[in-house]
T-cell receptor, first 117, second 111 residues
């Protein structure tokens, strides 16, 4: 139970292009989904919190126009990195907290490795 | 400012021994504390959650203690196995439903 998937698992793109990452809760509905970024040898840093049907809440220092989040349904959230640059290269991980089940904590996806050339 | 500290040095341990990891925090009053496991290139996997009114929690070979006076949690892996080799993350809920993570401690279990 509490399975969260991410797609793609890795992506390489050219500088200036946009990349979309999908996060899905496969066997439960998620009230809230979270997006994290992790640089090598560092811990997870929360980027934003999204609730289905409402605007995402971004953490301080995270550009909302650069990292577009859409939480279209209780099982899907997307993160779009717009006009990506090499410094955006990182490991992006989403998590989901359940709506009626799996409400106790966050369950994480496997992550997406983004490399911007 | 809020801070979560985990031992940054890797813990090397022989198979069969008990690994003990520490998580200390400051300027938090968490309702609960959580431990996750993260393998290289993968997302964290939830292991255990312990609430502020619980002193100890166990799950198979894992044991977590939570001392809100000392502001510390200890995470034990008993009868460790090479498959337990990973980075273990401590996380606190900041009462807004958001998790703040420590930097993690790498555990290496050698046969």
């Amino acid at each position: 139970g509490a399975v969260v998937s991410q797609h793609p698992s890795w992506v390489i793109c050219k500088s200036g292009t946009s990349v979309k990452i999908e996060c899905r809760s496969l066997d439960f509905q998620a009230t809230t989904m979270f997006w994290y970024r992790q640089f090598p040898k560092q811990s997870l840093m929360l980027m934003a919190t999204s609730n289905e049907g409402s605007k995402a809440t971004y953490e301080q220092g995270v550009e909302k126009d650069k990292f577009l989040i859409n939480h279209a349904s209780l099982t899907l959230s997307t993160l779009t990195v717009t006009s990506a640059h090499p410094e955006d290269s990182s490991f992006y991980i989403c998590s989901a907290r359940g709506h009626q089940i799996y409400t106790d904590t966050q369950y994480f996806g496997p992550g997406t490795r983004l490399t911007v050339l | 400012s809020q801070k979560i500290e985990q031992n940054s040095e890797a813990l090397n341990i022989q198979e069969g021994k008990t690994a003990t990891l520490t998580c200390n925090y400051t300027n938090y009053s968490p309702a609960y504390l959580q431990w996750y496991r993260q393998d290289p290139g993968r997302g964290p996997v939830f292991l255990l959650l312990i609430r502020e009114n619980e002193k100890e929690k166990r799950k198979e070979r894992l044991k977590v203690t939570f001392d809100t006076t000392l502001k510390q949690s200890l995470f034990h892996i008993t009868a460790s196995q090479p498959a337990d080799s990973a980075t273990y993350l401590c996380a606190l809920d900041d009462s807004w439903g958001k998790l703040q993570f420590g930097a993690g401690t790498q555990v290496v279990v050698t046969p």
